[in-house]
C-alpha cells in the first residue's frame, strides 16, 4: 500500500450530546485497533452538540478508515481530519514553593502561560501551547521537582 | 391518546406494518408481553430459544426485505440474543431487537438480570438506544425502524428499562424521522459514474463482481439489465447468489475460496472489476496483492467505509446500487458488446476446462448430488436456507438459485444454527413456498429445539441434513493442513435423528439412497410438517474448489475430473 508510514494527526468529530456518544467512539477506536494519543471534549457553545479532538496516528489508509467508520456512528455530525489548523494543548504543574519563583514565573511565560495560584507549601502554573512546545515545557520544567504535572490534550481549529 | 409504555411499545409495531414478532418473554419485558396478549394487530411466535426468535427475524427479513422484529428480556434473554444481533450486523439485515431491562433506578446496581446491553451490542448493531423516558419511547421506536432499513441496512437494539414499560403517557407516533447526524448517500456522484461508464466502454476483459448490496438494494432486475445491455460476464458472492440466476449465460458462479474454476480466473484476469454491493472480503479476495492485479476498479456501494478498506478503488462512487445502476443504464446506450466476445470465449473455455463438477456415486449419496437433486425437485419455487459448514457451500455451488432472496444464509458471521430458526421465519413470510433448510449433522444441533416452535406453530420447513458424521468443514481444512489430525471433530456419536424429530411432534426420515431421498422430499412436502431429514452422505467428500487460506484466488485446488464431462 502506497503511503503506510504512521503520521499524526489531529481530528475534531462534532456529535450530537447523547449520553453514549462517547463511549461509541472509544469503542470504535478500540475495537478497531486505531490509536488514541489524547482526547478532548466539550459542548459547543449554545447547540446540542459537542465537539471532540482526537489526536491519533496511523498510515493515510488507516485516517481514512478511521474518519469513515467514524462518520457511520449514528449520533457523528462531521469529522474533520485537520490540515492547517492552529492546535494548542493546556497543562498544570505544581512546584515546591521552595523553587526560585521567578524563574518558574519566566519558564511559564516563554511558554505562553504563568502562574495561577500560589498556597503555603506549592504553587500551580499553568501553559497554553503547542503540543511539542508543551513536551519542551515537561522537559525544562523538570529542573524545578514539580511534584504533579496534568496535560490537557489537544484542542485544534482550522485555519 | 394516553398508553402505557408497553402499549406504545406494540402500537409502534403496528404502526410499522409488521406482522410477526418473534420472540421470548421474561421478567423486565412482561408489561410488553402483556399488552402483546391484548391485541390482535400481530401475530407472536414463540420460539424455544433467544438467539432463534432474533435468527428467526432475521430469516425473514432476508426473504422479504422488510425489517424483522425480535423481542427479549433483560439479562440472559438479551445476551442470548447477541449471536443473532451479530449475525445480522455482518450481513447488514434491517431488524429491530426490542429488550426488557432493569427499571430505570435499578441501572447501575447489578440489579437482577441487569446486563449492559447496550454496551455489549454496540459493536453488533448499526445502533442502539437505551430508552430514558416514556416521552422519548414513541420517536425512538420510529427511529429504530428507520435506522434499521435506510442506508445500509443493520440490527437496532432498543432496550426498554420496565418502569417506562408501566408508565403512562401521551402516545403521538412521528410521521416522518429528522436526525440531523445521519442522512445516507443514495444518488452517486453524477461524474463519477460518467468516468466509470467510460472506463467500461473501454476496458477488454470487464468483469461485474456481484455481492449481497444488490439484494439489500433490490437491484437484481436493474443489475441484469446492466449485464444483458453490455455483455459483460459476471460473478457472484456468497450473498448474491440469484441475483443473475442460474440459467444466464453470462454468469460464471461464485467467486472466492470455494469459488468456481472460470469464476476465479476471471477475477485474476480482468481488466476492469465493477464492483456492485460487494465488499471484498477475505473469504473472496485471498490474498490481496494477487487479487485482480491486472484491473482497475469501480466500487459502488452505499457506505463509504467499505470503499478503499481494502483495495485501492479507481472509480469510487458512494450511492445505492438501484439509483447508480439506473443513472447507468441509459449511458451504456450503444456499447460495443463484440468487444467483449474474446474475454467471453476465453472465460467460457476455462468454465469447459473445470467446470463446477463432483465424482457422483451409486453407493452412496453424494452432498452434491443431494443439492443438485432439490434443485431438480422444487427449484424455483423454494427458498433454501443454510447453516455453516460444507454443506452451506455445496448449496451454494449446486443449487440452481434463480432469483434474490431465495438464497439465505450467514455470510458474514457464518454462525452455524442460524439455518433452522431463519428457515421459520421466511416460512412465516412465504408460507406457500417451500422452505428447506440445508444443514449438518453438527449445526444442526445447535438451534435444534425450534422443532418444538415449528410444531407447535404448525411451520413446515425441511432440514434437510447432509449427514457426514462430521464436523466437516473442519475436517476438511484438519486433512489438508493438520496431517488428518481429526480433533474434537468426529461425530459418529449420533442421536437418534428421527426419533428425535418425532419426540418434538415433527417427522423424521432417514435417507441412505437415491430413492429414499426422492421418496422422502416428495413425502415430506406432502406431509406439511417440520421435518428432519437424515441422509447419510460420503463421509470424506472434500468442498472444491478450494483457495487455501491467504493464497491467491488462481492456485486453486481443483476437484478430480469427470470422464465425458
Ligand atoms: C457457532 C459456530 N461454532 C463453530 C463454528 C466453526 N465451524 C465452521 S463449519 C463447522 C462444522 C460444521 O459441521 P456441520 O454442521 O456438520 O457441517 P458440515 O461441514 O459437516 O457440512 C464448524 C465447527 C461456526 N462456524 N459457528
Ligand atoms: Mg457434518
Known amino acids: 500500500m502506497e503511503n503506510s508510514i504512521n503520521e499524526r494527526r489531529v481530528i475534531s ?25 489524547s ?121 | 391518546m394516553q398508553m402505557s409504555g408497553a402499549q406504545m411499545v406494540c402500537e409502534a409495531i403496528i404502526a410499522e406494518g409488521v406482522t410477526t414478532v418473534f420472540g421470548y418473554p421474561g421478567g423486565a419485558i412482561m408489561h410488553v408481553y402483556d399488552e402483546i396478549y391484548k391485541q390482535n394487530g400481530f401475530e407472536h411466535i414463540l420460539n424455544r430459544h433467544e438467539q432463534a426468535s432474533v435468527h428467526a427475524a432475521d430469516g425473514y427479513a432476508r426473504a422479504t426485505g422488510d425489517v424483522g422484529v425480535a423481542m427479549v428480556t433483560s439479562g440472559p434473554g438479551f445476551t442470548n440474543a447477541v449471536t443473532g444481533l451479530a449475525t445480522a450486523y455482518m450481513d447488514s439485515i434491517p431488524l ?77 407516533y412521528p410521521d416522518s424521522v429528522d436526525i440531523p447526524t445521519y442522512k445516507p448517500t443514495y444518488k452517486g456522484n453524477k461524474r463519477q459514474i460518467e468516468k466509470a461508464v467510460e472506463a467500461m466502454k473501454d476496458a477488454k476483459k470487464p468483469l461485474l463482481y456481484i455481492g449481497g448490496g444488490v439484494v439489500l438494494s433490490n437491484a437484481s432486475d436493474l443489475v441484469r439489465e446492466l449485464a444483458q445491455k453490455t455483455q459483460i460476464p459476471a460473478v457472484e458472492t456468497l450473498m448474491a447468489r440469484g441475483v443473475l440466476g442460474a440459467k444466464n449465460p453470462l454468469l460464471l458462479g461464485m467467486l472466492g475460496m470455494h469459488g468456481n474454476y472460470a469464476s476465479n480466473m476471471a477475477m485474476s484476469e480482468t481488466d476492469l472489476v465493477i464492483s456492485l454491493g460487494a465488499r471484498f472480503d477475505d473469504r473472496v479476495t485471498g490474498k490481496l496483492s494477487e487479487f485482480a492485479k491486472y484491473a482497475d476498479i469501480i466500487h459502488v456501494d452505499i457506505d463509504a467505509a467499505n470503499i478503499g478498506k481494502l483495495v485501492d478503488v479507481d472509480y469510487p462512487i458512494v450511492g445505492d446500487i438501484t439509483e447508480v445502476v439506473e443513472a447507468m443504464l441509459p449511458q451504456l446506450d450503444g456499447i460495443d458488446t463484440d468487444r467483449f466476445e474474446a474475454w467471453r470465449n476465453i472465460l467460457n473455455r476455462y468454465d469447459e476446462l473445470h467446470p463446477q463438477s463432483f465424482v457422483d456415486s451409486d453407493d452412496v449419496i453424494k452432498p452434491q448430488w443431494a443439492i443438485e437433486r432439490i434443485g431438480e425437485l422444487v427449484g424455483e419455487n423454494a427458498i433454501i436456507t443454510s447453516d455453516v459448514g460444507q454443506h452451506q457451500m455445496w448449496a451454494a455451488q449446486h443449487y440452481p438459485f434463480d432469483r434474490p432472496r431465495q438464497w439465505i444464509n450467514s455470510g458474514g458471521l457464518g454462525t452455524m ?20 433448510n440445508v ?41 489438508f493442513f493438520y496431517e488428518k489430525r481429526y480433533s474434537e471433530t468426529d461425530l459418529s456419536f449420533q442421536p437418534n435423528w428421527k426419533a428425535l424429530a418425532e419426540a418434538c411432534g415433527g417427522i423424521g426420515y432417514d435417507v441412505t439412497t437415491k430413492e429414499e431421498f426422492d421418496a422422502a422430499i416428495k413425502d415430506a412436502i406432502e406431509q406439511d410438517k417440520v421435518c428432519f431429514m437424515n441422509v447419510a452422505v460420503n463421509r470424506f467428500e472434500d468442498v472444491l474448489p478450494m483457495v487455501p487460506s491467504g493464497g491467491a484466488l488462481f492456485n486453486m485446488m481443483l476437484p478430480q475430473k469427470v470422464e465425458g464431462k
Not at chain 1, 467512539?25 to 490509536?35: D, H
Not at chain 2, 442506508?151 to 437496532?156: A, K, N, Q, T
Not at chain 2, 444454527?417 to 413456498?433: I, N, Y
Open chain 1, 13 to 37: 468529530v462534532i456529535v450530537l450530546n447523547e449520553s453514549s456518544v462517547l463511549a461509541r467512539i472509544t469503542a470504535l477506536f478500540a475495537g478497531r485497533g486505531y490509536n488514541i494519543e
Open chain 2, 417 to 436: 444454527g442460524f439455518g433452522f430458526p431463519a428457515a421459520l421465519g421466511a416460512k412465516k413470510a412465504f408460507p406457500e413456498k417451500t422452505v428447506i
Open chain 2, 96 to 172: 429491530v431487537v426490542i429488550s426488557g431491562q432493569v427499571p430505570s433506578q435499578l441501572i447501575g446496581t447489578d440489579g437482577f438480570q441487569e446486563i449492559d446491553a447496550v454496551g455489549i451490542s454496540r459493536p453488533c448493531t448499526k445502533h442502539n438506544f437505551l430508552v430514558r423516558s416514556l416521552e422519548e419511547l414513541p420517536r425512538l421506536m420510529k427511529e429504530a425502524f428507520y435506522i434499521a432499513r435506510s442506508g445500509r441496512p443493520g440490527p437496532v437494539l432498543i432496550d426498554v428499562p420496565k418502569d417506562i414499560t408501566v408508565d403512562i403517557g401521551e402516545f403521538i
Open chain 2, 439 to 479: 444443514t449438518g449433522d453438527g449445526s444442526i444441533l445447535m438451534n435444534m429445539q425450534e422443532l418444538v416452535t415449528a410444531a407447535e406453530y404448525k411451520i413446515p420447513v425441511i432440514n434437510l441434513i447432509l449427514n457426514n458424521h462430521f464436523l466437516g468443514m473442519v475436517r476438511q481444512w484438519q486433512t
Open chain 1, 39 to 159: 482526547l478532548t471534549v466539550a459542548p459547543i457553545p449554545e447547540s446540542d452538540m459537542s465537539h471532540i479532538t482526537i489526536a491519533t496516528n496511523g498510515s493515510a489508509k488507516v485516517m481514512e478508515q478511521i474518519t469513515k467508520q467514524l462518520h457511520k456512528l449514528i449520533p457523528v455530525y462531521k469529522v474533520i481530519e485537520h490540515e492547517e489548523m492552529v492546535e494548542k494543548e493546556m497543562v498544570l504543574a505544581k512546584f515546591p514553593i521552595t523553587e526560585h519563583l521567578s524563574d518558574v514565573g519566566a519558564l511559564c511565560a516563554a511558554y505562553n502561560g504563568g502562574i495561577v495560584n500560589v498556597g503555603k507549601e506549592m504553587i500551580i502554573a499553568m501553559v497554553a501551547d503547542e503540543p511539542n512546545r508543551i513536551k519542551h515545557f515537561i522537559e525544562a520544567a523538570q529542573r524545578y521537582n514539580p511534584s504533579e504535572i496534568v496535560r490537557g490534550g489537544v484542542v485544534a481549529i482550522e485555519r
